[in-house]
């Protein structure tokens, strides 16, 4: 029904909302004066079957972006509600988009509390055990699923896509990592199954230098050749903002950022660099971490946790400086 037949039956003062799927969608309907725009599905579910295509976190914002300077309020619909009820009411999701991926963190970040985070984040991981699920390259499958046993976690190294959607209703984290895809099919549906929407990207300085279409650095094979960035600190910042999610930057120093901190690190050793696979043990280790963290912050979660609207628990730029 239009929205303005809707108004001129229901009384005076009535609250109308539309769903909508795409920023056109979000156009319309401020043109047709609603006062709300239920907006998603946010992710896809394994429970039931979701008519409108789901349009993750970043098709979120980009609906949200169409609503900038309009008065008209945003839902956002997450389809895993067992009620189907709409999740809450997300002004504020765009507004801390850079945290959707990460709490606030208490304080701000020091040396000391980093150090005595990584204590309590180790423990964690020992704790819950968590199950990651890692779809990497062959050069380096063993040595990775070992790290995730060192770190006290439980490696899971399947890549056929026919195991996806089991595997997602398990894992304490997914790592995707490239090199020499040997499934893309099964990338593909395992990385679907969170709309692609990453916790944390990692990559090296020519890795992250494609993603943000820089030409700053170069790249030979799997490696980053040459000075690297000339403000890494504001490249790991930028990119983190515009992906609304963590990133590391690895290299002889590493930088990690969630859009608003950056964070470097000197811990390395020479010797990494003259190996391979150092890199994508890193993504091994974080993800590890993430999922730590993710598993020890749901259990502390208050009961009505599961309706504010949070997608991921815990300090992921803590969890990713960890890894
Ligand atoms: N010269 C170096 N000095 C100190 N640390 C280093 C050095 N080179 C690499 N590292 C360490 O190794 C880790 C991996 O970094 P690097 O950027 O070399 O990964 P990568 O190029 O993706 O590696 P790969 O493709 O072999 O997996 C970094 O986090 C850093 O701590
Ligand atoms: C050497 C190599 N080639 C593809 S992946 C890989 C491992 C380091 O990235």
């Not at 990592?177 to 099964?186: A, E, H, K, M, S």
């Not at 999610?245 to 950022?257: A, H, K």
């Not at 749901?298 to 504010?308: L, P, V």
Request: charged share 20%.
């Amino acid at each position: 029904m239009p929205v303005n037949v809707a108004r001129a039956l229901l009384p005076k003062g009535t609250i109308i909302g539309k769903t909508c799927n795409t920023p056109d969608h979000v156009k319309k309907a401020i043109a047709e004066g609603v006062d709300y725009v239920g907006i998603g599905p946010v992710w896809g579910t394994l429970t039931k079957k979701v008519s409108s295509p789901v349009v993750g976190p970043k098709g979120i914002g980009e609906m949200l972006e169409t609503l900038d300077g309009s008065s008209v309020k945003a839902v956002a619909i997450d389809p895993r509600s067992a009620s189907q009820k709409l999740s809450k009411i997300i002004h504020a999701f765009y507004d801390s988009s850079l945290r959707t991926f990460s709490e606030p963190r208490a304080a701000p970040y020091s040396l000391d509390g980093i150090k005595s985070a990584l204590g309590t984040m180790l423990a964690s991981v020992k704790e819950f055990s968590p199950l990651v699920h890692q779809i990497t390259n062959n050069v380096v499958t063993n040595q990775s699923a070992n790290a995730t046993l060192a770190l006290g976690a439980s490696p899971i190294m399947a890549t056929a896509p026919e195991e996806m959607a089991d595997l997602s209703k398990a894992i304490g984290a997914l790592l995707i990592n490239f090199g020499t895809i040997q499934n893309l099919d099964g990338m593909l549906a395992a990385g679907l199954l969170s709309t692609w929407q990453a916790t944390v990207i990692k990559g090296n300085a020519a890795e992250l230098g494609a993603i943000a279409n820089s030409l700053e650095v170069q790249a030979r094979g799997v490696d980053s050749v040459g000075k690297g960035f000339a403000d890494p600190a504001k490249f790991v910042l930028d990119l983190a903002r515009k992906q609304r999610c963590i990133v590391v930057l690895t290299g002889v120093t590493d930088w990690v950022s969630d859009g608003t901190v950056v964070i470097r690190l000197s811990n390395g050793h020479p010797l990494l660099g003259d190996i391979t696979g150092s890199g994508c043990m890193v993504g091994t280790c974080v993800a590890t971490f993430c999922a730590g963290v993710s598993m020890a912050a749901f259990a502390k979660r208050s009961a009505d946790a599961e309706e504010d609207g949070r997608l991921v628990r815990g300090d992921m730029l803590l969890a990713a400086v960890g890894g």
